[in-house]
């Protein structure tokens, strides 16, 4: 197993290190695809924004850098990477083998399967932590983002983390990873409370009394308010003000560079009437958050698999999804092995998400290289996509609300159902 | 929406017979379904589906419902409706012009007071129009040094200081000649009126030659200007036009019609005009003139005697091979006059504008174009067919002079520079272009008293032109509730208001240039406000549009919403 292990990690990271130095213009040419690298995950930008930190400007003056400011003093450790790009791809290649790391402490915990409340009538079809981890390193995705070193990478590490933490009952570096993670890219605070629900079964199914689950809650709820604080407050004092809250999470939120994406949004908000665009980021918001109080009810007893939903959901309905959101999902889902068998649309999923990744670069480059196409073209593609992961999200929660319908009645096994 | 139907509605089961069996067996089908009812759902599934559907209706209720009221409420600064609408009805302040009349004589003051009363009277008999009249006082300037008036020894000439003097009556008695006569001085607003001693009325009575005689002098005088005001208080000032009619001149209509003319002739006032005088040419030649002299002598006395007005910015170019437009006919040769002529209905498309380099305007008030076409010498003289004129004038554009180079022997090169000397009637008639396009009214025959007439009349339109824009603005606000009204647009409202009180009290202390002044910052403020650009954004947006925005992606969203709402409440009421 640990000889499998080092070998697949090995392998993983020789391929991104070969990548890096066999083609030392593929990093700058996928940093400048806005299909992997977004406003607010940009390497450039952050390239930017290090540059005026390190010259003693508040980066966030250049109205480029939408990142958080905690990034800058570690990324300022490092040698320059237009000289020295070693030192960074290293980091990102370790970003990655972490990430796999933590996907495999998920994995080998099981609860995908077997949770506290539930177990899954097919729970002998699973595949070993290291195909996961494999599906992660040699995701094709995975690897374009780890090579145009955006700073996704780091965010899907974090919540990585915090899933595999929250899978192992460990409270505090759960929390910590969760509330880095949020701080990197806000979004993932959504996935607070799953994680907390996956991390109280853990705790409640490992010791004899299960812990108060009131108290539970408000202890973990005031230690990420803590730390999240606590990332915020050292960031103010880095910057010296408080502006970079708006120059972040302000992006984030009201979307004021509509740089195309694979996203939603973009497309959306250009054609907006000025006077209803706050209420619309409103709704597009609130559409997002609508989902996690809903799935967490629903699937209580499966939090592991409304934490993976939400990454998915994420990855579509997020104002500045990239391919690395897209990568996190998709690496996440093969934890469900043993959802796939009742699953209908798997081949039309994989057919339009293969579509989409092949079309979406062909039709970018028609509407702005070739002059011949326009901004439609690629809206409709990153339209397919979405619906290519709204596929794999519906059709998986169809699966699982089967999958737990056998378990209730194990005489309709393999029966068709109708929904009534 | 995925998860809507996945989460909120359990999956139960059908036998299997049912579901695979072809769309023809459906009555059969259901007849084994009726036979074999699902299991009754268990109560923690019940509740599990209602706490998801109360879960999305309350992000809907808690989230959603805030987020719209607070993104979609339409911010409405305060505006002072009623004010505004007063001031548009005249109801605040009635713009009079008294005018005063500083009258000069040398007589005992019991004669000089007795003069004035008598022509006061006859004056005031005479006037028809309430809002502009003409008061007299005495210039005491041979009994007391007045600071402000100031007596040149010789005693030609006498100059007031005080601006706010309309005009200065100088009595000045004579021997000889028609008594009583009148002299109004070009140059200098004063009416100098000849009169024999004899004609001083007497204090006992009511009426004298003399009092009726400046009475009709200063009477004709002003006349030109009340017909102006007094179309202006018609055309603009609702007030006027209303149930308060009597107290306006009643104008002619022929008179109307030429006031009219005059109105749409002139260019719309601005503090700042910019004035562009052009040298075209259709050959090489004359490629220089010798402007800045030209300008220097002709336009700049004229400019700056406007200055208490407007100001003004030059700029002069030359164009070598520009030809007239060639959408019109071409000039016919006319034998008897042995000159070029050109059609006076191709006058209007005689600017080529796609080719001549006219900029619509430069810098921020309008362009006045003055453009001087020297004409080949093939084509010379080049005269208007009907008149022989060589000169028109283009309503709130500028002006043309066709400058016919003097006929040159054959063989002598035409001269390459257009001197002073051949420029002079051109700026003649520039001058008299410009004034008409500034809107100077052809009378009185002083230029002094001209220009006050203009400022008045100018005064008089920016004033009811800002007044009735803020009518206009209140009137915009009741009727679109969907505008939304910025604090800046309050702001401008308040100076605006502000500055017409103070053109107001101006007015009625017949201090003229400061009510200008006041006016015209009044007048941009309620430009400013109304054109708002903020405001009009919403304009076009009636509330059957919002239908739109709202729909399409609100609409499919909110049905299963709904749908499932109604389903779990019917449920709950049932059981209960």
């Known amino acids: ?420 | 929406m995925p998860l809507a139907e996945g989460a909120s509605a359990p999956v139960t089961s059908q036998s299997s017979s049912t579901t695979s069996s072809a769309a023809g067996a459906t009555s059969d089908s259901n007849a084994q379904s009726s036979t074999r009812q699902p299991p009754p759902e268990t109560k923690e599934s019940i509740w599990v589906r209602r706490l998801v559907v109360l879960s999305f209706w309350l992000v809907v209720l808690l989230l959603g419902l805030p987020v719209w009221w607070k993104t979609t409420a339409i911010y409405r600064a305060e505006l002072p409706l009623q004010d505004m609408t007063d001031w548009a009805d005249d109801k605040v302040c009635k713009p009079v012009f008294p005018l005063r009349v500083a009258v000069e004589a040398s007589l005992p003051l019991q004669d000089a007071h007795n003069l004035l009363r008598t022509t006061q009277h006859a004056i005031d008999d005479l006037n028809e129009f309430s809002a502009h009249h003409l008061r007299l006082i005495l210039a005491e300037s041979h009994n007391s040094a007045n600071a402000s008036q100031e007596v040149v020894s010789d005693g030609t000439r006498v100059t007031t200081d005080d601006e706010d003097i309309a005009l200065a009556v100088r009595l000045i008695p004579v021997e000889t000649g028609t008594t009583p006569r009148a002299h109004l001085q070009p140059y200098a607003p004063t009416l100098d009126v000849y009169y024999t001693p004899n004609q001083i009325p007497t204090p006992s009575s009511t009426g004298s030659p003399l009092a009726s005689f400046i009475a009709q002098e200063l009477h004709k005088i002003f006349e030109e200007e009340q017909a102006l005001l007094s179309y202006l208080l018609s055309t603009t000032s609702t007030a006027y036009s209303g149930k308060t009619k009597p107290k306006t001149k009643t104008l002619s209509a022929e008179k109307t019609a030429e006031i009219e003319r005059q109105f749409t002739r002139a260019l719309k006032y601005a503090s700042t005009y910019h004035l562009t005088f052009s040298l075209f040419s259709p050959t090489a030649t004359p490629s220089g003139w010798e402007i800045e002299s030209v300008l220097k002598h002709y336009v700049s006395p004229l400019l700056e005697s406007f200055s208490a007005i407007s100001n003004f910015t030059v700029d002069t170019q030359v164009q070598l091979y520009a030809e007239f437009s060639p959408s019109i006919h071409r000039p016919e040769h006319d034998e008897s006059l042995n000159a070029w002529t050109l059609r006076k209905e191709d006058l209007s498309g005689f600017i080529n504008a796609a080719e001549w380099p006219l900029s619509p305007s430069i810098g921020t008030g309008p362009t006045v174009n003055f453009v001087l076409y020297v004409p080949g010498q093939d084509q010379s003289p080049l005269l208007i067919k009907e008149n022989g004129g060589n000169s028109w004038l283009i309503p709130q554009w500028g002006g043309v002079v066709i400058l016919n180079p003097p006929l040159q022997d054959e063989g002598k090169q035409a001269s390459t520079i257009l001197t002073e000397d051949a420029l002079a009637p051109a700026m003649h008639a520039f001058s008299n272009q410009l004034l008409s396009l500034l809107g100077l009214p052809q009378t009185p025959e002083s230029l002094p008293l001209k220009l006050s007439t203009l400022k008045r009349v100018r005064l008089a339109s920016l004033f009811f032109s800002a007044s009735s824009t803020m009518g206009a603005l209140a009137r915009l606000t009741n009727a679109l509730p969907s505008i939304p009204i910025p604090d800046a647009v309050a702001q401008s409202i308040d100076s605006t208001t502000k500055h017409l009180q103070e053109a107001c009290n101006h007015l009625h202390e017949g201090r003229f240039q400061g009510a200008l002044e006041h006016a015209r910052i009044a007048e941009a403020e309620a430009e400013k406000a109304f054109f708002e650009r903020s405001m009009v954004g919403q304009v076009y947006f009636p509330d059957e549009h919002k239908v739109a925005v709202y729909l399409p992606l609100l609409g499919p969203v909110a049905v299963p919403l709904l749908m499932a709402g109604l389903k779990e409440i019917k449920s709950l009421l049932k059981r209960s």
């Open chain 1, 1 to 420: 197993m640990d000889q499998q292990k080092a070998l697949l990690f090995g392998a993983a990271a020789a391929v991104r290190l070969f990548l890096f130095t066999a083609f030392p213009s593929l990093p700058s040419l996928l940093a400048g695809r806005v299909e992997v690298s977004t406003p607010v995950t940009s390497f450039k930008r952050l390239q930017e924004g290090l540059f005026l930190y390190v010259h003693n400007v508040s980066p966030y003056d250049g109205g480029v850098y939408h990142q958080a400011p905690l990034l800058l003093p570690l990324f300022s450790l490092l040698p320059n990477p237009s000289h020295y790009p070693f030192a960074t791809n290293l980091l990102y290649t370790a970003v990655d083998l972490l990430g796999a790391h933590a996907l495999m402490l998920v994995a080998d915990s099981g609860q995908s399967i077997t949770t506290r409340l539930s177990k899954s009538s097919r729970k002998d079809l699973r595949w070993n932590s290291a195909a996961v981890a494999a599906s992660f390193l040699f995701n094709p995705f995975t690897l374009a983002a780890c090579i145009a070193r955006s700073t996704s990478a780091l965010t899907n590490l974090f919540v990585l983390l915090a899933l595999a933490k929250a899978s192992q009952g460990a409270s505090i570096t759960f929390i910590l990873s969760l509330s880095i993670a949020s701080y990197l890219s806000m979004h993932p605070l959504l996935l607070f409370p799953p994680l907390l629900i996956l991390c109280y079964d853990v705790r409640a199914s490992k010791s004899k009394v299960a812990p108060s689950p009131l108290s539970f809650t408000i202890v973990h709820a005031v230690a990420l308010v803590v730390t999240l604080c606590g990332l915020l407050y050292v960031s103010a004092l880095l910057m010296g003000s408080w502006e970079f809250l708006s120059a972040t999470y302000g992006v984030r939120l009201l979307l004021p560079d509509l740089t195309p994406n694979v996203g939603l949004w973009w497309y959306f908000f250009t054609e907006m009437f000025d006077s209803f665009r706050e209420f619309f980021l409103g709704v597009f918001w609130l559409h997002v958050v609508s989902y996690m109080p809903g799935l967490t009810i629903r699937l209580r007893k499966q939090p592991l698999y409304v934490a993976t939903t939400l990454t998915g959901i994420f990855a579509v309905f997020t104002p500045y999804p990239s391919i690395a959101d897209a990568a996190l999902y998709l690496s996440l889902v093969p934890l469900f092995r043993h959802l796939f068998p009742l699953m209908r649309y798997s081949f039309l999923a994989s057919a339009v998400v293969l579509y989409a990744s092949f079309l979406g670069p062909t039709f970018y480059h028609l509407w702005i290289y070739a002059g011949s196409g326009n901004a439609n073209f690629f809206y409709a593609i990153t339209l397919v996509w979405s619906l290519g992961f709204s596929i794999i999200i519906g059709d998986s929660l169809y699966a699982v609300l089967r999958d737990e319908l056998d378990v209730e009645r194990p005489e309709l096994r393999g029966k068709e159902v109708a929904r009534i």
